[in-house]
């Protein structure tokens, strides 16, 4: 049976994209579908690599809270490794190397650049927990993974009542 992923009751198709929940008084996309009222799953397929820190918002927006959490620990670290390199750049011309003054400016764009894209996954991470972590572990995703894991295990299925006698 064709099931709402948000409640668990039974989807009519209205047409090749979309079905839709009476209970929920929705369209459900044709993807979301799930069967005999599993939860929908939360988890990516795989996880996300450094090259995803690259995409734009918009795209960012259509990821997992587990793959936004990878990429904020990813993104903070860069800016971290961009910062010790820029403040080495700085030291070296305050004792006169002013050979590195474009190195400088270049480790200050790719620093802005780290540091605004780190904004924009605390902000979204933050939008679905209500907060962000100020200090993110393996540790830490690999717990939440786990959660959202387990979460989506437990059907949502209620039992007919029979009269007892």
């Not at 668990?8 to 839709?20: H, N, T």
């Not at 080495?88 to 190397?97: C, N, Q, T």
């Not at 962000?132 to 009542?161: C, F, H, N, R, W």
Request: glycine letters at 4%.
């Amino acid at each position: 049976m064709k099931t709402c992923p948000y409640c668990g009751s039974e989807v009519r198709f209205s047409d090749l994209d979309f079905s839709f929940c009476d209970f929920c008084e929705m369209k459900i996309p044709y993807e979301d579908i799930q069967e005999d009222g599993q939860r929908k799953q939360l988890l990516p397929e795989s996880q996300p690599t450094l090259s995803d820190l690259k995409k734009s918002t918009p795209e960012l927006m259509r990821m997992s809270t587990v793959e936004l959490l990878f990429l904020l620990k990813w993104a903070r670290e860069e800016r971290a490794t961009i910062y010790k390199q820029r403040y080495s750049f700085i030291r070296a011309m305050k004792h006169g190397a002013d050979e590195f003054a474009e190195a400088e400016q270049y480790t200050f764009k790719e620093y802005e650049w780290a540091t605004r894209k780190c904004f924009v996954l605390e902000n979204l991470v933050r939008e679905r927990l209500g907060y962000y972590p100020v200090k993110l572990t393996d540790s830490y995703i690999q717990k939440l993974a786990v959660k959202t894991e387990d979460s989506g295990l437990k059907k949502m299925v209620i039992q007919d009542s029979t009269p007892l006698p």
